[in-house]
C-alpha cells in the first residue's frame, strides 16, 4: 500500500493526513457565487445546504432543527438523548451550566450528564419532540446507537421520522453483542422504508461494508473536534480526516460501479470547525459535513454555548468534555449565511463555501469533488 512507513522493525503503520495539511488549488476558471449551487439530495429529500447536524443536545432542539431545516439544512435529534429522557430540558440544562459555573473540575458537568442520561428514555417525549419538528414541515431526522436501533427504530417511524441516523464512535455492519441479537444493518435496513445514514467510519474497507448494507449515507469520523472528543485518548482510536474522507469517497467511487450506479453520499463529522473545513471536506470527497461545535456559537443553541458531544455522557467510558469556549455571538442565519465581520472563517460557513466553489470554477458539489489539492510541507 502506498504511504506506508516503518514505524520499527516489522511495523509500517499508514501515512494519513488532516484537513489542516490539504489546501485546494485555484483553477484556471473563476464564475460568480451567485451561479454556484451548494444543493444536495439523500434519496427523496432535498437540501440547499450540505448540512447536517452532529446530533447533540447542545446544538440540536426540537426548535434548532426546525431552524436548521427551514435554512436549507438538515437538523438532527438525538433520540437517546436528553428530549427522550426529560420533561423539563431547560431545568437539566440548567444544572449542566450550574456545574461548570460551581467548578473549574472538567469531571464536574461529566458526572451532571451521566446523571441525566441515567433516567430512562421516554417514548412518549421524543415522539413529542418529533412532532414538533414534523409539523413545521422540514425532514425529522433522528439519531440511534447501534446498541438500541432494533429497540427505538420502530415507535421512531411510527412517530414520523424520515430519515434515521445510525451512529456511534466506530460502526460495522454487524454490531456483535453477547447479551443479545446482534444488529446486522444490512437485514435492519432491508426492513425500513426510510433511508438510513450510518457511521462513524475512518477507511476504505468499512466505509465499503456499510455501503453494501444498503446505507444512504455513510458517516465519516467520530466528531472529532480539538480540546472536546478524546477518543484518541481514551481508546487510542483516530481519524486523519483529509485521508478518511478521500478513503470513503474511494469506496463509494467502486461499489457505484460494483452496484452499476447506487450513489452512498459520504459526510464528514469531525476536524469541521471553519468555512475553509467546510470546503477542504467537500474537495476532498464529502457530498456533505456534520457539524457540531460551530453551530454552538448560535444564539440559538440551547446549551448556553456549552458543547460536548454524545460519547460524554458514556456511564462508564465518557470521550468527550463539555467545552466551555464558545462565545454564543451570532444567530444562526448570520452563523450559516453572514454577512461576518470576523476573518477567522467561523461565520458565514457556507455562503464562504460558495465563494471557495466560486473562486476554483465550480458550480456544483460534486463538480468541486473533483478540484486540486496540494499537501502542506
Same mark, same amino acid.
Request: charged fraction near 30%; hydrophobic fraction near 45%; charge should be negative.
Given at each position: 500500500?502506498?504511504?506506508?512507513v516503518e514505524i520499527g522493525m516489522g511495523r509500517t503503520a499508514r501515512r494519513a493526513y488532516e484537513l489542516d495539511d490539504v489546501e485546494i488549488i485555484p483553477s484556471r476558471r473563476t464564475r460568480s457565487s451567485k451561479d454556484v449551487?451548494?444543493?444536495?439530495?439523500?434519496?427523496?429529500?432535498?437540501?440547499?445546504?450540505p448540512l447536517i447536524t452532529h446530533p447533540t443536545d447542545a446544538i440540536v432542539s426540537p426548535g434548532t432543527a426546525v431552524a436548521i431545516g427551514e435554512l436549507g439544512g438538515l437538523g438532527v435529534l438525538n433520540? @437517546?438523548? +436528553?428530549?427522550?429522557?426529560?420533561?423539563? %430540558? !431547560? @431545568?437539566? +440544562?440548567?444544572?449542566?451550566?450550574?456545574? %461548570? !459555573?460551581?467548578?473549574?473540575?472538567?469531571?464536574?458537568?461529566?458526572?451532571?450528564?451521566?446523571?441525566?442520561?441515567?433516567?430512562?428514555?421516554?417514548?412518549?417525549?421524543i415522539a413529542e419532540a418529533i412532532k414538533q419538528v414534523r409539523e413545521s414541515g422540514v425532514t425529522v431526522a433522528v439519531r440511534v446507537s447501534p446498541q438500541r436501533a432494533a429497540e427505538l427504530t420502530p415507535d421512531l417511524l411510527a412517530a414520523g421520522v424520515e430519515v434515521l441516523v445510525v451512529q456511534g464512535t466506530i460502526i460495522s455492519a454487524e454490531h456483535v453483542s453477547r447479551d443479545g441479537e446482534p444488529l446486522n444493518l444490512k437485514s435492519f435496513i432491508a426492513d425500513l422504508d426510510v433511508p438510513v445514514i450510518a457511521g462513524g467510519v475512518g477507511d476504505y474497507r468499512t466505509a465499503m461494508h456499510l455501503m453494501r448494507t444498503g446505507a444512504a449515507g455513510v458517516i465519516v469520523g467520530y466528531g472529532y473536534t480539538p480540546g472536546v472528543t478524546t477518543t484518541d485518548a481514551v481508546l487510542g482510536i483516530g481519524v486523519?480526516?483529509?485521508t478518511a474522507i478521500a478513503d470513503a469517497a474511494a469506496a463509494r467511487r467502486d461499489y457505484l460501479d460494483e452496484t452499476g450506479g447506487r450513489y452512498v453520499h459520504v459526510i464528514a463529522d469531525g476536524g469541521v470547525l471553519t468555512s475553509g473545513d467546510v470546503a477542504k471536506s467537500i474537495a476532498c470527497g464529502a457530498d456533505a459535513v456534520m457539524l457540531g461545535e460551530p453551530l454552538a456559537a448560535a444564539a440559538e443553541a440551547p446549551a448556553q454555548g456549552l458543547y460536548w458531544t454524545a460519547a460524554s455522557a458514556h456511564p462508564s467510558v465518557p470521550r468527550s468534555h463539555v467545552s466551555t469556549g464558545v462565545d454564543q455571538v451570532v444567530d444562526l442565519r448570520s452563523l450559516l449565511f453572514g454577512p461576518s465581520v470576523d476573518p477567522r472563517g467561523v461565520t458565514n460557513l457556507f455562503g464562504s463555501l460558495r465563494r471557495a466553489m466560486a473562486k476554483t470554477g465550480y458550480s456544483d458539489l460534486k463538480e468541486f469533488q473533483k478540484v486540486g489539492l496540494t499537501i502542506r510541507g
Open positions: 500500500m502506498r504511504d506506508l449551487s451548494t444543493a444536495w439530495q439523500i434519496d427523496a429529500y432535498r437540501f440547499e445546504i433520540a @437517546e438523548g +436528553l428530549w427522550a429522557r426529560h420533561g423539563d %430540558v !431547560e @431545568e437539566a +440544562l440548567f444544572r449542566l451550566v450550574q456545574s %461548570v !459555573e460551581d467548578t473549574d473540575d472538567p469531571a464536574a458537568p461529566v458526572r451532571v450528564l451521566q446523571e441525566l442520561h441515567s433516567a430512562p428514555v421516554r417514548m412518549d417525549l486523519p480526516m483529509a
